[in-house]
């Protein structure tokens, strides 16, 4: 979501094309859902994932760095606004955004994407202890010499390797759960044939128990079956219902039931044959001037993140219950 990316564009136009009124009144509507409200430095959050052992939500800054929204232990229902409190700061990767984040829990660590979203030259995957803070590791994926990239995601397997998306080169880094980065996924498939449709290409990322990974493709709609116990073999799901273009964040909500966050806000997609085909079964449509850009479960229910704080001077930020 770089600031002259395609993707950051299509939301500044989203924006601009909402006069302020209408934000005004969507902000006073009455949610149709639970909120979590969170008060923030930052206008935009690309990421937030519910870590259910340390009842907090943990948050990927755009301007770079990972925050912590803790829930109080009783009662807390949604008011007053939460606070986020940063607990990563890496002068190392000023510049750079933090993204797609995953929670290795079997691990106790949590696993972020960094990349440069402007000049798409660097792209990095960091992990830290989700107890101390401290970093685990810092593994480049991608420097100024190589083809341009823009890691976005990242899922992580039973064995705690990591798998991180490049939503321009349209290709998966592998990195091992010590932070080496072992191989590069690439498949003619993940690259499609109009050539605007790759402006937003791989983006969401799942770890399926089955042993396989699950991918979207933005602005292709497309989603993908990577299955890890066949030699990393790439399949299209094929779709039986409804489409998947301007997909985002994935979160599975059961080893059936998978979530796409994006535009619309949630879409609920379930599959009966282990992921060679699938449908979407539900949408949920949430505040859209926030823009839903990622989905995370807590206590079986599941809460989008959406990208845009707005208020002065604190920003506040919104994380959705999405009903289907
Ligand atoms: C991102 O971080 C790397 C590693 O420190 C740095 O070389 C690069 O300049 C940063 N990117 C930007 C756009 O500042």
């Known amino acids: 979501m770089a600031f002259c990316s395609p993707k950051f564009l299509s939301l500044l136009l989203l924006l601009s094309a909402i006069p302020i009124g209408i934000i005004v009144t969507l902000e006073r509507a009455k949610p149709a859902t639970h909120v979590y409200h969170y008060h923030s430095n930052g206008w935009f ?52 955004a933090s993204l797609g984040i995953a929670i290795d829990a ?6 972020v994407v960094n990349a440069d979203v402007i000049g798409n030259r660097y792209g990095a995957l960091a992990a830290y202890d989700l107890s101390t803070w401290n970093r685990l590791f810092l593994t480049q994926l991608s420097a100024p010499s190589d083809e341009k990239s823009f890691a976005d995601d990242v899922a992580v397997d039973a064995e705690g390797n990591a798998y991180v998306t490049d939503a321009k080169g349209n290709k998966i880094w592998k990195v091992g759960v010590e932070g080496k980065l072992i191989s590069i996924i ?33 602005f292709s709609g497309n989603l993908f079956k990577i299955d890890l116990t066949k030699g990393e073999e790439v399949k299209i799901i094929k779709l039986k219902e409804g489409t998947l273009s301007f997909g985002d964040g994935l979160e599975l909500l059961s080893p059936t039931k998978l979530v796409v966050a994006g535009n619309p806000s949630g879409r609920l997609v379930e599959s009966t044959d282990g992921w060679n085909t699938a449908s979407v079964v539900g949408t949920f449509s949430g505040p859209k001037h926030r823009l839903a850009t990622a989905a995370t479960v807590k206590d079986g229910k599941v809460y989008l993140n959406h990208m845009v704080g707005i208020g002065y001077p604190k920003k506040k930020h919104a994380i959705v219950e999405a009903v289907f």
């Open 186 to 218: 690439r498949n003619p498939l993940f690259t499609s044939k109009e050539w605007y449709k790759n402006l937003v290409g791989l983006n969401g990322i799942v770890y399926h128990p089955d042993g396989f990974l699950i991918v979207i493709h933005t």
């Open 45 to 96: 959050r690309e990421c937030a994932k519910w870590d259910s052992h340390n009842r907090r939500f943990i948050v990927s800054f755009f301007e770079g760095g990972l925050g912590q929204v803790l829930l109080p232990e009783k009662d807390y229902e949604s008011s007053p606004p939460l606070e986020e409190v940063t607990v990563v700061k890496e002068t190392h990767l000023a510049g750079n």
């Open 106 to 111: 079997p691990r106790n660590r949590v696993l």
